[in-house]
């Protein structure tokens, strides 16, 4: 459990599901600078996160982080390697993935980001993991913000294709 004056960061429980769900809900059009497209609650159904943080401030909760840490083969891994036996699965490295994170609309620029951030770090750290993210290009905020942290901007790019329109 992450402490500061005003915010106090500890790791999810079950019971905070509505909670968090509120301050995603905070979080719509351009404030919405989570990395996937539904809500929290979907999220959190479909993909249970092993590694999950909510802030609060005056016992109310603010703001929350969600992830897994797993072997690199989820992103690069797989493309920068030589594909041969040589370079086994087993020998990647292990990162840390940040899939969302929201505060509420109300609380930003309290520290409530960094405070999520660090005890996602501290997790990381305790892993080994190097960490990452996946937000929109778009997101000038976040970018911002993930820089400040001290992230770097990787050299993959995603495109996108519907064929329903030739």
């Known amino acids: 459990m992450?402490?500061?004056?005003?915010?106090?960061?500890?790791?999810?429980?079950k019971s905070d599901l509505a909670k968090i769900n509120a301050v995603d809900n905070s979080l719509r059009g351009r404030n919405r600078v989570t990395t996937w497209?539904?809500?929290f609650?979907?999220?959190?159904?479909?993909?249970?996160?092993?590694?999950?943080?909510?802030?609060e401030m005056k016992g109310q909760v603010v703001g929350f982080v969600a992830g897994v840490i797993e072997k690199e083969e989820r992103s690069k891994?797989?493309?920068n390697q030589p594909r041969s036996v040589a370079s086994p699965i087993n020998d990647s490295p292990t990162v840390g993935w940040i899939e969302m994170m929201g505060?509420?609309?109300?609380?930003?620029?309290q520290g409530?980001?960094?405070?999520?951030?660090?005890?996602?770090?501290?997790?990381c750290r305790k892993n080994n993991a190097m960490m990452r993210i996946v937000i929109r290009d778009d997101d000038e905020a976040l970018k911002s913000f993930l820089i400040g942290r001290g992230f770097n901007r990787s050299?993959?790019?995603s495109y996108?294709?519907?064929?329903r329109q030739i």
């Open 2 to 13: 992450t402490e500061s004056p005003n915010i106090t960061v500890r790791k999810m429980k």
């Open 37 to 39: 497209p539904f809500s």
């Open 41 to 55: 609650d979907l999220y959190w159904r479909i993909y249970e996160p092993e590694i999950c943080y909510v802030a």
């Open 77 to 79: 891994f797989l493309i």
């Open 103 to 109: 505060v509420h609309a109300d609380y930003w620029g």
């Open 112 to 123: 409530v980001g960094m405070a999520l951030m660090d005890a996602f770090t501290d997790e």
């Open 155 to 157: 050299i993959f790019v």
């Open 160 to 163: 996108n294709k519907d064929p």
